[in-house]
């Protein structure tokens, strides 16, 4: 484990910081943020967008990392330097590889307003340079499955359209009972409360936390009612994480 990763371990979850982006558009972001400065390595950063019907994300250029966008609610649609436009509904995913340089606007769908999640996954730097490219995928793609305690659809990893450069698994979980979440060996991670109440290992997690998690180990969720949640983890690179804006050196 790095200084880095050491420093931000935590037992606890921490609430998500707001940040207003200058187009206008809200987000949550779990990370980093003022109370929490740091990457989680292989992850750039992750945050629950809000995007109004007259806001969002005019065309702007982005390079050397991987996006994972994941609708909640509402539609948001995308177009990029490579041609494509797509609208995504809610449970629909995308995935971005910027690569050595891409393009692309996001905007609320239908005129109504759109939340979703956005992950920033960095790409290792033997693959800064790779070719941009594009997936999509729709929720009736996405595998879902009863498990003990929870309903799982997998965003990313075993049976889903969607993979990344970066080894790695993200989870949109609705925990009903309890349900134990487990990191792979030398593999960081984090969740991030969608929506409900329940606990994390005893404390308390709703809507806007987070817990990152650097070390290998098992996390049990519960709720007496319902506690929705993404599970996110991967390999990490073992590289400095250097954004810079809009690009990951």
Excluded at 176 to 183: G, I
């Amino acid at each position: 484990m790095t200084e880095s990763e050491s420093q931000a371990s935590t037992d606890r979850p921490i609430s998500g910081e707001s940040v207003r982006h200058g187009t206008g558009v809200n987000s949550n972001r779990a990370f980093p943020t003022d109370g929490y400065p740091h990457n989680l390595d292989p992850f750039v950063l992750f945050e629950q967008f809000y995007i109004d019907p007259d806001k969002g994300f005019p065309m702007h250029p982005h390079r050397g990392f991987e996006i994972v966008s994941y609708m909640i609610e509402g539609g948001m649609e995308h177009e990029d330097s490579l041609g494509v436009a797509n609208t995504a509904y809610e449970s629909d995913a995308m995935r971005i590889t910027t690569g050595s340089g891409i393009r692309h606007s996001e905007f609320p769908a239908d005129g109504q307003a759109c939340t979703g999640l956005q992950l920033w996954v960095n790409l290792p730097q033997a693959e800064k340079d790779a070719e941009p490219d594009y997936v999509d995928a729709t929720a009736d793609a996405l595998p879902t499955e009863k498990r003990d305690g929870a309903t799982v659809t997998t965003v990313v990893g075993e049976g889903s359209p969607i993979s990344l450069y970066t080894p790695m698994e993200y989870l949109d979980v609705l925990v009903t009972d309890a349900w134990t979440w487990s990191v792979p060996e030398e593999w960081s991670g984090f969740l991030y409360g969608v929506s409900g109440n329940g606990t994390v290992e005893g404390h308390s997690f709703t809507d806007g936390d987070v817990l990152p998690v650097t070390d290998a180990r098992s996390v049990t969720l519960r709720s007496n009612e319902s506690l929705r949640v993404v599970a996110v983890s991967g390999r990490p690179h073992g590289e400095p994480i250097r954004q810079r804006g809009p690009y990951v050196l």
